[in-house]
T-cell receptor
Framework: GQSLEQPSEVTAVEGAIVQINCTYQ??????LSWYQQHDGGAPTFLSYNALDGLEETGRFSSFLSRSDSYGYLLLQELQMKDSASYFC????????????FGKGTTLSVSS | DAGITQSPRHKVTETGTPVTLRCHQT?????MYWYRQDPGHGLRLIHY???????DKGEVSDGYSVSRSKTEDFLLTLESATSSQTSVYFCAISESVDTEAFFGQGTRLTVV
Protein backbone atom coordinates (compact mmCIF):
# COMPACT_ATOMS: atom_id res chain seq x y z
CA GLY A 1 0.00 0.00 0.00
CA GLN A 2 0.94 3.61 0.19
CA SER A 3 1.50 5.98 3.08
CA LEU A 4 2.67 9.55 3.46
CA GLU A 5 3.87 11.19 6.64
CA GLN A 6 4.05 14.91 7.24
CA PRO A 7 3.91 17.04 10.41
CA SER A 8 0.42 18.02 11.49
CA GLU A 9 1.21 21.62 12.42
CA VAL A 10 3.90 24.22 11.88
CA THR A 11 4.00 27.80 13.16
CA ALA A 12 6.18 30.66 12.00
CA VAL A 13 6.34 34.46 11.84
CA GLU A 14 6.08 36.72 8.83
CA GLY A 15 9.28 36.92 6.83
CA ALA A 16 10.60 33.61 8.13
CA ILE A 17 11.42 30.41 6.22
CA VAL A 18 9.57 27.19 6.85
CA GLN A 19 10.23 23.66 5.63
CA ILE A 20 7.48 21.04 5.55
CA ASN A 21 8.78 17.51 5.24
CA CYS A 22 7.09 14.53 3.66
CA THR A 23 8.17 10.90 3.70
CA TYR A 24 6.34 8.40 1.58
CA GLN A 25 6.00 4.73 0.94
CA UNK A 26 4.58 3.54 -2.36
CA UNK A 27 4.56 0.43 -4.50
CA UNK A 28 5.52 2.43 -7.58
CA UNK A 29 6.56 6.05 -7.72
CA UNK A 30 5.39 8.63 -10.23
CA UNK A 31 6.44 11.84 -8.52
CA LEU A 32 5.69 13.95 -5.46
CA SER A 33 3.24 16.84 -5.58
CA TRP A 34 2.33 19.61 -3.17
CA TYR A 35 -1.05 21.26 -2.77
CA GLN A 36 -2.21 24.23 -0.73
CA GLN A 37 -5.65 24.58 0.81
CA HIS A 38 -7.03 27.63 2.58
CA ASP A 39 -9.85 27.23 5.07
CA GLY A 40 -13.11 26.51 3.29
CA GLY A 41 -11.45 26.37 -0.10
CA ALA A 42 -10.38 23.82 -2.67
CA PRO A 43 -6.85 22.40 -2.79
CA THR A 44 -4.67 24.09 -5.39
CA PHE A 45 -1.52 22.79 -7.03
CA LEU A 46 1.85 24.19 -5.93
CA SER A 47 4.58 21.97 -7.35
CA TYR A 48 5.55 18.61 -8.75
CA ASN A 49 8.88 16.73 -8.53
CA ALA A 50 9.42 13.65 -10.66
CA LEU A 51 13.21 13.70 -10.44
CA ASP A 52 15.64 14.27 -7.60
CA GLY A 53 16.52 17.84 -6.83
CA LEU A 54 15.06 21.22 -6.14
CA GLU A 55 12.28 22.94 -8.08
CA GLU A 56 11.80 26.65 -7.45
CA THR A 57 8.68 28.67 -8.12
CA GLY A 58 8.88 32.15 -6.67
CA ARG A 59 8.87 32.03 -2.87
CA PHE A 60 8.11 28.31 -2.87
CA SER A 61 10.56 25.50 -3.58
CA SER A 62 10.12 21.75 -3.49
CA PHE A 63 12.77 19.09 -3.11
CA LEU A 64 12.78 15.36 -3.79
CA SER A 65 15.14 12.54 -2.91
CA ARG A 66 13.81 9.33 -4.42
CA SER A 67 16.49 7.18 -2.77
CA ASP A 68 15.32 8.43 0.65
CA SER A 69 11.59 8.47 -0.24
CA TYR A 70 11.60 12.00 1.07
CA GLY A 71 10.68 15.44 -0.05
CA TYR A 72 10.01 18.85 1.36
CA LEU A 73 8.26 22.09 0.59
CA LEU A 74 10.20 25.24 1.43
CA LEU A 75 8.33 28.49 1.89
CA GLN A 76 10.39 31.66 2.05
CA GLU A 77 9.55 35.24 3.04
CA LEU A 78 6.42 34.02 4.73
CA GLN A 79 3.31 36.15 4.50
CA MET A 80 0.09 36.00 6.48
CA LYS A 81 -1.70 34.74 3.39
CA ASP A 82 0.50 31.62 3.46
CA SER A 83 -1.47 30.42 6.49
CA ALA A 84 -3.13 27.31 5.08
CA SER A 85 -2.92 23.54 4.99
CA TYR A 86 -0.26 21.95 2.80
CA PHE A 87 -0.54 18.42 1.45
CA CYS A 88 2.03 16.22 -0.14
CA UNK A 89 0.70 13.67 -2.61
CA UNK A 90 1.96 10.78 -4.70
CA UNK A 91 0.58 8.68 -7.51
CA UNK A 92 0.82 5.02 -6.65
CA UNK A 93 0.51 1.90 -8.77
CA UNK A 94 -1.97 0.35 -6.37
CA UNK A 95 -4.21 3.41 -6.69
CA UNK A 96 -4.03 3.43 -10.44
CA UNK A 97 -3.60 6.99 -11.64
CA UNK A 98 -5.09 8.69 -8.62
CA UNK A 99 -3.30 11.04 -6.27
CA UNK A 100 -2.93 9.80 -2.71
CA PHE A 101 -2.60 12.58 -0.16
CA GLY A 102 -0.90 12.92 3.18
CA LYS A 103 -3.00 14.13 6.10
CA GLY A 104 -1.78 17.67 5.67
CA THR A 105 0.28 20.22 7.58
CA THR A 106 -1.43 23.27 8.99
CA LEU A 107 0.83 26.31 8.72
CA SER A 108 0.05 29.29 10.92
CA VAL A 109 1.89 32.52 10.15
CA SER A 110 1.80 35.26 12.75
CA SER A 111 2.91 38.87 12.61
CA ASP B 1 -9.48 28.54 -13.55
CA ALA B 2 -10.17 24.99 -14.65
CA GLY B 3 -13.79 24.42 -15.58
CA ILE B 4 -14.97 22.08 -12.89
CA THR B 5 -18.28 22.40 -11.11
CA GLN B 6 -19.72 20.40 -8.26
CA SER B 7 -23.40 20.26 -7.42
CA PRO B 8 -24.99 20.67 -5.04
CA ARG B 9 -22.60 22.75 -2.93
CA HIS B 10 -24.45 21.98 0.28
CA LYS B 11 -26.87 19.22 1.16
CA VAL B 12 -28.56 17.93 4.27
CA THR B 13 -30.13 14.52 3.99
CA GLU B 14 -31.59 11.88 6.26
CA THR B 15 -30.02 8.57 7.16
CA GLY B 16 -31.01 5.85 4.76
CA THR B 17 -31.79 8.07 1.79
CA PRO B 18 -29.90 7.89 -1.50
CA VAL B 19 -27.79 10.87 -2.48
CA THR B 20 -26.05 11.70 -5.76
CA LEU B 21 -23.33 14.30 -6.11
CA ARG B 22 -22.37 15.58 -9.52
CA CYS B 23 -19.03 16.68 -10.89
CA HIS B 24 -19.04 18.41 -14.26
CA GLN B 25 -15.95 19.47 -16.22
CA THR B 26 -15.49 21.49 -19.39
CA UNK B 27 -11.77 20.70 -19.82
CA UNK B 28 -12.15 17.35 -21.58
CA UNK B 29 -9.71 15.83 -19.06
CA UNK B 30 -9.48 12.06 -19.05
CA UNK B 31 -9.11 11.48 -15.31
CA MET B 32 -11.67 12.31 -12.66
CA TYR B 33 -11.61 11.61 -8.93
CA TRP B 34 -13.81 11.80 -5.87
CA TYR B 35 -12.28 12.51 -2.46
CA ARG B 36 -13.72 13.07 0.96
CA GLN B 37 -12.12 15.35 3.52
CA ASP B 38 -12.56 14.96 7.23
CA PRO B 39 -10.65 16.61 10.09
CA GLY B 40 -7.48 14.68 10.88
CA HIS B 41 -7.71 12.53 7.78
CA GLY B 42 -6.76 14.82 4.94
CA LEU B 43 -8.10 13.92 1.52
CA ARG B 44 -9.06 10.30 1.06
CA LEU B 45 -9.76 8.78 -2.34
CA ILE B 46 -13.23 7.26 -2.78
CA HIS B 47 -13.34 6.34 -6.47
CA TYR B 48 -11.66 7.44 -9.64
CA UNK B 49 -12.18 7.23 -13.38
CA UNK B 50 -9.65 6.93 -16.17
CA UNK B 51 -12.14 7.21 -19.01
CA UNK B 52 -15.79 6.88 -19.94
CA UNK B 53 -17.22 3.82 -18.19
CA UNK B 54 -13.76 3.08 -16.69
CA UNK B 55 -13.78 3.45 -12.93
CA ASP B 56 -12.03 1.90 -9.95
CA LYS B 57 -12.18 1.95 -6.18
CA GLY B 58 -10.12 4.04 -3.85
CA GLU B 59 -9.23 3.49 -0.21
CA VAL B 60 -12.66 4.42 1.25
CA SER B 61 -15.10 3.15 -1.38
CA ASP B 62 -17.48 1.19 0.87
CA GLY B 63 -20.99 2.64 0.70
CA TYR B 64 -20.26 4.62 -2.47
CA SER B 65 -20.72 3.96 -6.17
CA VAL B 66 -19.81 6.04 -9.20
CA SER B 67 -20.70 6.33 -12.84
CA ARG B 68 -19.15 8.07 -15.79
CA SER B 69 -21.26 7.82 -18.92
CA LYS B 70 -19.79 10.97 -20.50
CA THR B 71 -16.33 12.49 -20.39
CA GLU B 72 -17.61 15.60 -18.67
CA ASP B 73 -19.66 14.06 -15.85
CA PHE B 74 -18.65 11.92 -12.88
CA LEU B 75 -21.40 11.04 -10.44
CA LEU B 76 -20.94 9.86 -6.87
CA THR B 77 -23.85 8.01 -5.28
CA LEU B 78 -24.42 7.14 -1.66
CA GLU B 79 -26.95 4.33 -1.94
CA SER B 80 -28.13 4.66 1.65
CA ALA B 81 -26.57 7.58 3.46
CA THR B 82 -25.16 7.10 6.96
CA SER B 83 -23.99 9.65 9.51
CA SER B 84 -20.40 8.50 8.95
CA GLN B 85 -20.68 9.86 5.41
CA THR B 86 -21.11 13.40 6.69
CA SER B 87 -18.11 15.08 5.10
CA VAL B 88 -16.85 17.53 2.52
CA TYR B 89 -16.60 15.90 -0.89
CA PHE B 90 -14.17 17.12 -3.54
CA CYS B 91 -14.06 16.22 -7.17
CA ALA B 92 -10.80 16.59 -9.08
CA ILE B 93 -9.72 16.26 -12.70
CA SER B 94 -6.39 15.84 -14.44
CA GLU B 95 -5.34 15.60 -18.05
CA SER B 96 -2.79 12.87 -17.48
CA VAL B 97 -0.97 11.01 -14.72
CA ASP B 98 1.88 13.51 -14.82
CA THR B 99 -0.10 16.73 -14.70
CA GLU B 100 -1.61 18.67 -11.86
CA ALA B 101 -5.06 17.94 -10.54
CA PHE B 102 -7.70 20.67 -10.45
CA PHE B 103 -10.29 20.56 -7.72
CA GLY B 104 -13.89 21.61 -7.58
CA GLN B 105 -15.13 23.85 -4.78
CA GLY B 106 -16.46 20.94 -2.77
CA THR B 107 -19.84 19.70 -1.56
CA ARG B 108 -20.63 19.83 2.12
CA LEU B 109 -22.89 16.87 2.92
CA THR B 110 -24.58 16.42 6.25
CA VAL B 111 -26.41 13.20 7.05
CA VAL B 112 -28.79 13.52 9.99
Amino acid sequence: GQSLEQPSEVTAVEGAIVQINCTYQTSGFYGLSWYQQHDGGAPTFLSYNALDGLEETGRFSSFLSRSDSYGYLLLQELQMKDSASYFCAVRDEQAGTALIFGKGTTLSVSS
Amino acid sequence: DAGITQSPRHKVTETGTPVTLRCHQTENHRYMYWYRQDPGHGLRLIHYSYGVKDTDKGEVSDGYSVSRSKTEDFLLTLESATSSQTSVYFCAISESVDTEAFFGQGTRLTVV
